[in-house]
């Protein structure tokens, strides 16, 4: 079954068919709260593969993982043009680096621009603000704040109980094509981000579970409390995701002990 009709199958519940656009298009990013922002699929692989929605689809069944920021946005695409609809590619700066994130913008029959970026776990379309003007919101249990500034949206965010922002990102409002896109795509296996496992998920509304592994510690932050942990209470963790141990333990062992 083609990856765009295995998901409407999956989520055919959650989809909110015949409404108005930007109700339906929240309706498909709310479904991608049940699939992971992991790299854990990433990490495992043995040459870069670009994971494709086929191959999320067939992974998220049998074991229960994602991908990163470049195969979600991809896959929301390719979901959309399903339905019908189309957006943007755009790619972002970030403190590591040029083009290491990446989102969609969607523009309305009105001409009004939305950012769709589940990649960043924002699973709803937020309204772009004109030039120079600031707009603030609210996702989960964390604050967001975007200012645009003609050729970048700069975004920042922080827990609802901090008070100070931190800048997050940059989209570059230039997009893109398909096959530049994918050549970014290509380039990110080898940022090095890819040296921790980064996994995403919320639990519930507001309950994001956010766990970090390199080869000194494993790190785990749940609803906005952070602590290290033991290596097999971060593989447990992650089994509580719903993400297969299997797979887990093959990554933390080539990320700990560096072992191909």
Same mark, same amino acid.
């Given at each position: ?10 989520? &055919?519940? &959650? ?13 498909? +990013? ?11 699929? $990433? ?60 989102? !969609? ?40 704040? +975007?200012? =645009? ?23 570059? +409002? ?12 290509? $380039? ?5 981000? +890819?040296?921790?496992?980064?996994? !995403? ?10 766990? &970090? ?7 785990? =932050?749940?609803? !906005?409390?952070? $602590? ?25 062992? &080539? ?6």
């Amino acid at each position: 079954m083609e990856p765009e009709k295995l998901f409407e199958k999956i989520f &055919k519940e &959650k989809l909110i068919l015949n409404s108005d656009k930007l109700q339906f298009i929240s309706s498909v +990013m709310s479904c991608f709260r049940d699939i992971p922002y992991e790299n854990i699929s $990433k990490i495992n692989l043995s040459k870069p593969t670009l994971r494709t929605p086929d191959i999320i689809m067939h992974d998220f069944e049998k074991f229960g993982l994602g991908g990163t920021c470049f195969s979600l946005t991809w896959f929301l695409k390719i979901v959309l043009n399903y339905f019908g609809e189309e957006f943007a590619l755009h790619t972002a700066y970030r403190t590591q680096g040029d083009d290491t994130h990446c989102a !969609g913008i969607w523009t309305d029959s009105n001409g009004d621009q939305y950012l769709l970026d589940v990649g960043f776990l924002i699973f709803t379309p937020v309204l772009i603000p004109q030039n120079d003007q600031e707009l603030k919101f609210s996702f989960g249990n964390f604050d967001f704040k +975007m200012l =645009n500034s003609n050729s970048r949206l700069n975004v920042y965010s922080k827990p609802q109980k901090d008070e100070n922002y931190k800048f997050r990102y940059a989209i570059k +409002m230039n997009k893109l094509s398909d096959s530049e896109f994918r050549d970014i795509w290509i $380039k990110s296996f080898e940022f090095a981000m +890819m040296d921790n496992i980064i996994i !995403g998920k919320y639990l519930n509304s507001s309950d994001l579970v956010y766990i &970090k592994v390199n080869s000194d510690y494993v790190y785990i =932050n749940r609803g !906005g409390n952070g $602590k290290k942990v033991s290596t097999e209470e971060g593989i447990n963790s992650i089994s509580e995701l719903g993400i297969s141990s299997t797979e887990t333990k093959k990554a933390f062992d &080539k990320i700990q002990n560096g072992k191909s």
